[in-house]
């Protein structure tokens, strides 16, 4: 019964002095907002990550040139894959079901009078399956089309709208760098990665663009599907070991292509993401301590004013800890209540931003953690005055002014 | 017997040199009793109310309080006598001010660990005859209904004594002559008052004086002529 009335003194108190009570509890406000919202944007950042490579389809390893570096600096990336390396793989690798060469490069895409700059992608038909691009209407172009360096090309949904509006694409012309590209296809939508829009894009044969377009031998990226069931990771050691040969690489010199399968990528991303996310919430915490620090302060001239008070109470018969545990209250109350004030306003503000497309996921823990943390703030950074309280000597504390 | 204090000595260091604030101070107060202590300023009489409160403990001697010896409890010991067998009146009422006169009534129950303190807390209010008030916050009340509450806060214990340090001090004649006569009530129903003050006036509403001087118990210095009246001269007079 003591406890519910401490509680309500302690409530009376917080509005009693309104304002004094809000500069306190700012600290613990802020920092409960931010840990929330910086939780929820990793979280949301982590949930993005996992989304997109579920998007790309499963066994697939990708080869890309490594990046050269001298002395751990990297200055840039080496150029040494080629379609012959491609065409090595295929004979030389077991447990693989097909092998895409790469290129890529940004152009206008003009038809009549709109055009845009848009990605196009030098690419084998098998790069639609094996990244899991439905076509939409029309099709996708054929070996026989790519082996005669056909000028045909599939276009991203985006892409087509900002050529073509309603109008159906397929059958039509257009032009990439003078040249004429019959459109044979839409592709499906699929939704808008953040750094990547895989519907703003013309897909075309590599042949075709490293030929046409480029003017290139090399290639940007080789993708691998394995058979289901295949161990990637011996695959993969086998892709390595036929590229160092491919590439004349000798001993123990650095590989020069870097063979990643989609699990490890995954895992890369996702450390990152972690660390982002820890970063944040350290970031957060440093607010929080401060709130602390704001709620002892505030405390600790509580007391002060209240040294009559305490006096009145302990001549009644209030004893140590019954001071110290009723100013404790006081202290979670006030970072309770900061802290719920806090959650909403992580929440509200976690609706409204956005940050590169990474929609912010606001977790039932995060908001369990920051209340918890809030509260335990309260319980460690009003000790101190709390202390100071109970050790009060009455008739000290009678006599004050 | 009440109160028994034997050869209390209080001596505490300022600044470096050592002030007796109470020298062997020994008597005894009966159940029942209304006393007054009387002394003037820096007499010990403050000094001597906080030992006999269990505010403080007696650098030497001993005192027994309802048959205990508190002489040289703990802190924590103390602060359990205070909520159960004392009940304070103090000059400026301290009254908490952000809770209801009932509320503050109830608090030395509470902090008892009483279950029943409500209800002990309106029959203490209605004893000192503020039952309609008693859901009004202090600063709603006038003074003299202050110190009411006060006293009912003092009662709700059933104490062993209540010991008022100069309870009409902060009041007007008139309410502070109220003030003594409920004092003087409480007294015929049988509760054991001490009464601390400076004015003779006051402590003339008591049977019996203990006089302090120095830090000792003497006797009285000659007062004006008008002796005080005791209750038995009043009837006396009355029935002339």
């Not at chain 1, 848009?118 to 099709?139: C, D, E, K």
């Not at chain 2, 002489?71 to 400026?92: D, K, P, T, W």
């Amino acid at each position: 019964m003591l406890f519910w009335m401490i509680v309500k003194v302690a409530f009376e108190s917080l509005i009693a002095n309104k304002m004094r009570s809000i500069l306190a509890m700012l600290g613990i406000i802020i920092g409960v907002a931010a840990v929330i919202a910086m939780l929820a944007i990793g979280s949301g950042a982590q949930k993005r990550v996992l989304d997109q490579f579920n998007a790309m389809g499963t066994n697939l390893i990708m080869v890309t040139p490594a990046q050269m570096g001298v002395g751990g600096v990297i200055v840039g990336t080496r150029v040494n894959l080629k379609v012959k390396d491609a065409m090595a793989m295929v004979h030389k690798v077991d447990g693989i079901k097909n092998v895409s060469p790469l290129v890529n490069t940004k152009l206008q895409v003009k038809y009549f009078n709109q055009n845009t700059l848009t990605t196009i992608q030098g690419v084998a038909p098998t790069y639609f399956t094996s990244r899991n691009f439905l076509i939409g209407h029309g099709r996708i172009f054929r070996d026989s089309e790519s082996d005669r360096f056909a000028r045909v090309a599939v276009l991203g949904s985006v892409t087509a709208d900002n050529l073509f509006g309603v109008a159906d694409p397929v059958g039509q012309t257009v032009q990439i760098r003078g040249i004429s590209f019959l459109v044979i296809g839409v592709l499906q939508s699929k939704g808008d990665q953040g750094w990547f829009n895989p519907d703003d894009q013309v897909l075309v044969p590599y042949t075709t663009c490293m030929r046409t377009l480029m003017g290139t031998i090399n290639l940007g990226e080789i993708d691998v599907e394995a058979q289901d069931g295949q161990d990637i990771y011996k695959i993969q050691d086998q892709i390595q070991a036929l590229m160092r040969r491919q590439h004349h690489l000798l001993g123990d010199a650095p590989d020069d292509t870097n063979v990643r399968n989609q699990a490890e990528m995954l895992k890369r991303a996702a450390d990152f993401v972690m660390t982002f996310k820890v970063l944040l919430s350290c970031v957060a915490a440093i607010s929080l301590a401060v709130g602390g620090i704001g709620i002892m302060n505030i405390m600790l001239v509580t007391v002060t004013e209240r040294t009559r008070e305490i006096g009145i109470r302990k001549a009644i018969g209030a004893r140590d800890t019954d001071i110290l545990s009723q100013f404790l209250y006081e202290a979670v109350v006030m970072s309770g209540v900061g802290g719920a004030i806090g959650v909403l306003l992580g929440c509200g503000a976690s609706k409204l931003i956005t940050v590169y497309e990474i929609v912010p996921v606001v977790t039932i823990f995060s908001i369990v953690l920051s209340i918890t943390v809030a509260g335990g703030v309260g319980i460690f950074f009003g000790f101190y005055p709390a202390w100071r309280a109970s050790k009060l000597d009455p008739i000290e504390a009678l006599r004050y002014e | 017997m009440i109160i028994k204090a034997e050869n209390l000595v209080k001596t505490y260091q300022l600044g470096g040199q050592t002030v007796h604030a109470l020298d062997d101070v020994s008597f005894t107060v009966d159940n029942g009793e209304m006393i007054a202590i009387r002394g003037p300023s820096g007499s010990g009489k403050s000094t001597l109310m906080n030992i006999l409160g269990c505010l403080d403990r007696p650098t030497s001697g001993s005192y027994v309080l309802a048959g205990e010896d508190v002489s040289r409890l703990s802190n924590n010991n103390l602060a359990e006598i205070r909520s159960r067998r004392i009940g304070f009146v103090f000059q400026n009422f301290n009254l908490l001010p952000r809770i209801t006169a009932l509320e503050n009534v109830e608090l030395p129950l509470r902090y008892a660990g009483r279950h029943d303190a409500r209800h002990h807390a309106k029959e203490a209010v209605q004893l000192v005859g503020l039952a309609d008030r008693m859901h009004h916050k202090p600063n709603e009340l006038s003074g003299g209904q202050r110190q009411r509450v006060a006293i009912a806060r003092a009662l709700v214990n059933d104490p062993a004594m209540v010991l008022a340090d100069e309870p009409t001090g902060a009041l007007d004649s008139k309410t502070g002559e109220e003030i003594l006569a409920l004092f003087k009530d409480l007294n015929r129903q049988g509760r054991t008052i001490l009464l601390v003050t400076h004015d003779a006036a006051v402590a003339a509403h008591c049977r019996r004086e203990i006089y302090l001087h120095d830090g000792k118990i003497t006797v009285p210095p000659t007062e004006t002529p008008g002796h005080r009246i005791t209750e038995t001269d009043a009837d006396e007079l009355l029935t002339i």
